[in-house]
Protein backbone atom coordinates (compact mmCIF):
# COMPACT_ATOMS: atom_id res chain seq x y z
CA UNK A 1 0.00 0.00 0.00
CA UNK A 2 2.96 2.03 -0.10
CA UNK A 3 2.70 2.79 -3.34
CA UNK A 4 -0.48 4.23 -3.10
CA UNK A 5 1.03 7.71 -3.26
CA UNK A 6 1.59 7.74 -7.03
CA UNK A 7 -2.56 7.08 -7.15
CA UNK A 8 -4.42 10.49 -7.54
CA UNK A 9 -7.34 11.15 -5.25
CA UNK A 10 -9.56 10.97 -8.02
CA UNK A 11 -8.37 7.22 -8.81
CA UNK A 12 -8.67 6.52 -4.85
CA UNK A 13 -12.04 7.52 -4.95
CA UNK A 14 -12.96 5.55 -7.54
CA UNK A 15 -11.88 2.50 -6.12
CA UNK A 16 -13.70 3.21 -3.07
CA UNK A 17 -16.81 3.48 -5.90
CA UNK A 18 -15.48 -0.01 -7.24
CA UNK A 19 -15.24 -1.32 -3.69
CA UNK A 20 -18.63 -0.96 -3.00
CA UNK A 21 -20.53 -2.00 -6.10
CA UNK A 22 -18.09 -4.88 -5.93
CA UNK A 23 -20.86 -5.99 -3.12
CA UNK A 24 -23.45 -6.33 -6.34
CA UNK A 25 -21.16 -8.86 -7.66
CA UNK A 26 -23.56 -12.33 -8.16
CA UNK A 27 -26.84 -9.94 -7.83
CA UNK A 28 -27.84 -10.77 -11.20
CA UNK A 29 -26.07 -13.99 -11.86
CA UNK A 30 -26.67 -15.95 -15.61
CA UNK A 31 -25.95 -19.35 -16.34
CA UNK A 32 -24.21 -17.75 -19.37
CA UNK A 33 -22.28 -14.38 -17.90
CA UNK A 34 -22.33 -15.34 -14.28
CA UNK A 35 -20.95 -12.26 -12.23
CA UNK A 36 -20.55 -10.35 -15.42
CA UNK A 37 -23.25 -7.53 -15.09
CA UNK A 38 -21.90 -6.98 -11.68
CA UNK A 39 -18.06 -6.83 -12.80
CA UNK A 40 -19.27 -4.42 -15.52
CA UNK A 41 -21.18 -1.90 -12.56
CA UNK A 42 -18.00 -2.11 -10.67
CA UNK A 43 -15.98 -1.09 -13.40
CA UNK A 44 -17.98 2.02 -14.54
CA UNK A 45 -16.55 4.71 -12.40
CA UNK A 46 -13.21 4.46 -14.39
CA UNK A 47 -14.82 3.79 -17.56
CA UNK A 48 -16.92 6.78 -17.34
CA UNK A 49 -13.42 8.72 -15.68
CA UNK A 50 -10.83 7.26 -18.77
CA UNK A 51 -13.51 7.23 -21.74
CA UNK A 52 -14.95 9.93 -23.14
CA UNK A 53 -15.42 8.80 -26.40
CA UNK A 54 -18.98 7.18 -27.07
CA UNK A 55 -17.62 4.09 -28.71
CA UNK A 56 -14.26 3.82 -26.69
CA UNK A 57 -16.87 3.76 -23.50
CA UNK A 58 -19.16 1.62 -25.06
CA UNK A 59 -16.43 -1.32 -26.20
CA UNK A 60 -15.54 -1.40 -22.69
CA UNK A 61 -18.61 -1.61 -20.86
CA UNK A 62 -19.40 -4.51 -23.63
CA UNK A 63 -15.71 -6.12 -22.80
CA UNK A 64 -16.74 -6.35 -19.02
CA UNK A 65 -19.50 -8.21 -19.86
CA UNK A 66 -17.92 -11.32 -20.81
CA UNK A 67 -18.12 -14.47 -18.71
CA UNK A 68 -16.69 -13.89 -15.24
CA UNK A 69 -16.70 -16.06 -12.15
CA UNK A 70 -14.17 -16.40 -9.22
CA UNK A 71 -14.76 -16.26 -5.41
CA UNK A 72 -16.14 -13.08 -3.59
CA UNK A 73 -13.27 -11.97 -1.17
CA UNK A 74 -10.58 -11.97 -4.23
CA UNK A 75 -12.65 -10.21 -6.58
CA UNK A 76 -11.88 -6.89 -6.02
CA UNK A 77 -8.10 -7.40 -7.10
CA UNK A 78 -8.84 -8.96 -10.32
CA UNK A 79 -11.67 -5.52 -10.72
CA UNK A 80 -8.12 -3.32 -9.12
CA UNK A 81 -5.82 -4.63 -12.52
CA UNK A 82 -8.87 -4.92 -14.76
CA UNK A 83 -9.14 -1.18 -13.81
CA UNK A 84 -5.33 0.04 -14.34
CA UNK A 85 -5.44 -1.70 -17.46
CA UNK A 86 -8.00 0.44 -18.67
CA UNK A 87 -6.44 3.26 -17.75
CA UNK A 88 -3.53 2.29 -20.11
CA UNK A 89 -5.65 1.52 -22.94
CA UNK A 90 -7.53 4.82 -22.81
CA UNK A 91 -3.90 6.80 -23.08
CA UNK A 92 -1.78 4.02 -25.42
CA UNK A 93 -3.44 3.93 -28.66
CA UNK A 94 -1.24 0.55 -29.53
CA UNK A 95 -2.46 -0.78 -25.99
CA UNK A 96 -4.43 -4.46 -26.98
CA UNK A 97 -7.43 -4.42 -24.92
CA UNK A 98 -8.07 -8.20 -25.83
CA UNK A 99 -4.99 -8.62 -23.40
CA UNK A 100 -7.98 -7.33 -20.76
CA UNK A 101 -9.92 -9.96 -20.56
CA UNK A 102 -6.92 -12.61 -21.12
CA UNK A 103 -5.32 -11.51 -18.11
CA UNK A 104 -9.09 -11.28 -16.18
CA UNK A 105 -9.73 -15.09 -17.49
CA UNK A 106 -6.27 -16.41 -16.35
CA UNK A 107 -6.12 -15.33 -12.85
CA UNK A 108 -10.14 -16.56 -12.38
CA UNK A 109 -9.39 -19.81 -11.76
CA UNK A 110 -6.35 -19.81 -9.93
CA UNK A 111 -7.79 -17.66 -7.58
CA UNK A 112 -10.94 -19.33 -7.34
CA UNK A 113 -9.03 -22.30 -6.15
CA UNK A 114 -6.81 -20.33 -3.51
CA UNK A 115 -10.06 -18.23 -2.06
CA UNK A 116 -12.42 -21.14 -2.16
CA UNK A 117 -10.04 -23.31 -0.15
CA UNK A 118 -9.12 -20.47 2.44
CA UNK A 119 -12.00 -18.18 3.24
CA UNK A 120 -14.52 -21.05 2.94
CA UNK A 121 -12.86 -24.37 4.38
CA UNK A 122 -10.97 -22.70 6.77
CA UNK A 123 -12.22 -19.07 7.48
CA UNK A 124 -16.02 -20.71 7.79
CA UNK A 125 -14.89 -23.68 9.27
CA UNK A 126 -13.12 -22.23 12.01
CA UNK A 127 -15.93 -19.15 12.49
CA UNK A 128 -18.53 -21.94 12.66
CA UNK A 129 -16.78 -24.07 15.00
CA UNK A 130 -16.34 -20.78 17.61
CA UNK A 131 -19.61 -20.16 17.03
CA UNK A 132 -21.18 -23.87 17.36
CA UNK A 133 -19.49 -24.00 20.94
CA UNK A 134 -20.60 -21.05 22.11
CA UNK A 135 -24.25 -21.67 21.03
CA UNK A 136 -24.20 -24.64 22.89
CA UNK A 137 -23.32 -23.17 26.12
CA UNK A 138 -26.38 -21.18 25.17
CA UNK A 139 -24.45 -17.56 24.58
CA UNK A 140 -26.86 -15.70 22.24
CA UNK A 141 -23.91 -13.78 20.64
CA UNK A 142 -23.10 -17.04 18.78
CA UNK A 143 -24.27 -16.11 15.12
CA UNK A 144 -23.07 -12.32 15.48
CA UNK A 145 -19.81 -13.82 16.65
CA UNK A 146 -19.67 -16.10 13.26
CA UNK A 147 -20.68 -13.36 11.20
CA UNK A 148 -18.13 -11.23 12.72
CA UNK A 149 -15.25 -13.58 12.02
CA UNK A 150 -16.20 -14.33 9.21
CA UNK A 151 -16.37 -11.16 7.36
CA UNK A 152 -14.32 -9.34 9.11
CA UNK A 153 -11.22 -10.80 7.45
CA UNK A 154 -13.23 -11.02 4.38
CA UNK A 155 -14.28 -7.69 3.85
CA UNK A 156 -10.37 -6.30 4.70
CA UNK A 157 -9.06 -8.47 2.14
CA UNK A 158 -11.89 -6.98 -0.82
CA UNK A 159 -11.12 -3.77 0.48
CA UNK A 160 -7.24 -3.53 0.31
CA UNK A 161 -7.34 -6.16 -2.57
CA UNK A 162 -9.14 -3.52 -4.83
CA UNK A 163 -6.35 -0.85 -4.11
CA UNK A 164 -3.44 -3.92 -4.35
CA UNK A 165 -4.77 -4.81 -7.93
CA UNK A 166 -4.38 -1.23 -9.70
CA UNK A 167 -1.33 -0.30 -7.84
CA UNK A 168 0.28 -3.70 -9.26
CA UNK A 169 -1.46 -3.05 -12.69
CA UNK A 170 -0.52 0.53 -12.59
CA UNK A 171 3.43 -0.46 -11.71
CA UNK A 172 3.57 -3.50 -13.99
CA UNK A 173 1.57 -3.19 -16.87
CA UNK A 174 3.42 -0.11 -18.55
CA UNK A 175 6.46 -1.73 -17.94
CA UNK A 176 5.60 -4.92 -19.55
CA UNK A 177 4.17 -3.08 -22.22
CA UNK A 178 7.18 -1.17 -23.37
CA UNK A 179 9.26 -4.61 -23.12
CA UNK A 180 6.99 -6.40 -25.41
CA UNK A 181 6.28 -8.58 -22.69
CA UNK A 182 2.42 -7.83 -22.82
CA UNK A 183 2.13 -10.33 -26.13
CA UNK A 184 3.61 -13.16 -24.61
CA UNK A 185 1.93 -12.46 -21.49
CA UNK A 186 -1.11 -12.34 -23.30
CA UNK A 187 -0.67 -15.39 -25.44
CA UNK A 188 -0.07 -16.81 -21.94
CA UNK A 189 -2.81 -15.90 -19.76
CA UNK A 190 -5.63 -16.83 -22.87
CA UNK A 191 -3.90 -20.98 -22.93
CA UNK A 192 -4.53 -20.77 -19.04
CA UNK A 193 -8.00 -19.29 -19.69
CA UNK A 194 -8.25 -21.60 -22.19
CA UNK A 195 -7.38 -24.75 -19.53
CA UNK A 196 -9.68 -23.47 -17.18
CA UNK A 197 -12.97 -23.38 -19.50
CA UNK A 198 -11.66 -26.97 -20.45
CA UNK A 199 -11.54 -28.26 -17.02
CA UNK A 200 -15.41 -26.46 -16.32
CA UNK A 201 -16.74 -28.11 -19.41
CA UNK A 202 -15.35 -31.42 -18.11
CA UNK A 203 -16.85 -31.07 -14.63
CA UNK A 204 -19.52 -28.89 -15.60
CA UNK A 205 -21.26 -31.08 -18.97
CA UNK A 206 -22.53 -34.61 -18.07
CA UNK A 207 -24.22 -37.06 -20.38
CA UNK A 208 -24.80 -40.45 -20.06
CA UNK A 209 -26.68 -42.55 -22.06
CA UNK A 210 -28.15 -45.62 -20.94
CA UNK A 211 -28.48 -46.94 -24.32
CA UNK A 212 -28.01 -51.11 -24.52
CA UNK A 213 -28.62 -54.08 -26.01
CA UNK A 214 -28.81 -57.49 -24.78
CA UNK A 215 -29.31 -61.50 -25.97
CA UNK A 216 -30.53 -63.79 -23.61
CA UNK A 217 -30.41 -62.10 -20.70
CA UNK A 218 -26.43 -60.77 -21.19
CA UNK A 219 -25.35 -57.53 -22.08
CA UNK A 220 -23.73 -57.62 -25.41
CA UNK A 221 -23.45 -53.84 -25.89
CA UNK A 222 -23.17 -50.46 -23.67
CA UNK A 223 -23.11 -47.40 -25.74
CA UNK A 224 -22.07 -45.39 -23.19
CA UNK A 225 -18.97 -47.71 -22.76
CA UNK A 226 -18.32 -47.90 -26.33
CA UNK A 227 -17.95 -43.80 -26.27
CA UNK A 228 -16.25 -44.06 -23.59
CA UNK A 229 -13.35 -46.04 -24.79
CA UNK A 230 -13.13 -43.62 -28.09
CA UNK A 231 -12.88 -40.70 -26.04
CA UNK A 232 -14.34 -40.03 -22.89
CA UNK A 233 -16.54 -37.31 -22.46
CA UNK A 234 -16.79 -36.93 -25.91
CA UNK A 235 -20.51 -35.85 -26.20
CA UNK A 236 -20.14 -33.14 -23.67
CA UNK A 237 -16.99 -31.95 -25.31
CA UNK A 238 -19.35 -32.51 -28.28
CA UNK A 239 -22.10 -30.49 -27.64
CA UNK A 240 -20.15 -27.79 -25.58
CA UNK A 241 -18.44 -27.03 -29.15
CA UNK A 242 -21.93 -26.74 -31.19
CA UNK A 243 -22.87 -24.23 -28.66
CA UNK A 244 -19.46 -22.17 -29.19
CA UNK A 245 -20.16 -22.68 -33.10
CA UNK A 246 -24.11 -21.47 -32.62
CA UNK A 247 -22.87 -18.53 -30.80
CA UNK A 248 -20.53 -17.41 -33.32
CA UNK A 249 -23.18 -17.30 -35.84
CA UNK A 250 -25.00 -15.32 -33.74
CA UNK A 251 -27.74 -17.68 -32.12
CA UNK A 252 -29.11 -15.97 -28.86
CA UNK A 253 -27.49 -17.52 -25.86
CA UNK A 254 -31.69 -17.56 -24.65
CA UNK A 255 -32.38 -19.67 -27.11
CA UNK A 256 -29.15 -22.25 -26.64
CA UNK A 257 -30.55 -22.32 -22.93
CA UNK A 258 -33.66 -23.38 -23.54
CA UNK A 259 -32.89 -25.97 -26.54
CA UNK A 260 -30.42 -27.89 -24.28
CA UNK A 261 -32.83 -27.62 -21.22
CA UNK A 262 -35.48 -28.96 -23.85
CA UNK A 263 -33.28 -31.59 -25.50
CA UNK A 264 -32.12 -32.83 -21.98
CA UNK A 265 -35.92 -33.45 -20.99
CA UNK A 266 -36.79 -35.54 -24.22
CA UNK A 267 -33.59 -37.68 -23.64
CA UNK A 268 -34.97 -38.54 -20.59
CA UNK A 269 -38.50 -39.25 -21.51
CA UNK A 270 -37.47 -41.92 -23.96
CA UNK A 271 -35.26 -43.34 -21.45
CA UNK A 272 -32.00 -42.55 -24.09
CA UNK A 273 -30.02 -40.43 -20.68
Known amino acids: MSKMT ?154 YGTFLGYTLGSTYIEKIYQSGLIHILTKAASIVGLIMVGGMTSQMVKFTTTISMSMKGESVLKLQGMLDQIFVGIVPLGITLLCFYLLNKKVSINYLIFGVIGLSILLSVFHIA
Not at 108 to 120: E, K, N, R, T
Request: positive net charge.
Open 6 to 159: NVSKDEKKMLRKMFWRAFTLYTAVTPAKQGASGFCYSMMPFIDHFYKDAKQKKDALVRHMAYFNTTIPLSTFIMGIAASMEKENSKNKDFDANSINAIKSSLMGPLAGIGDSFFWGVLRVIAAGIAVSMGQSGNILAPIVFLLIFNIPTILVRY
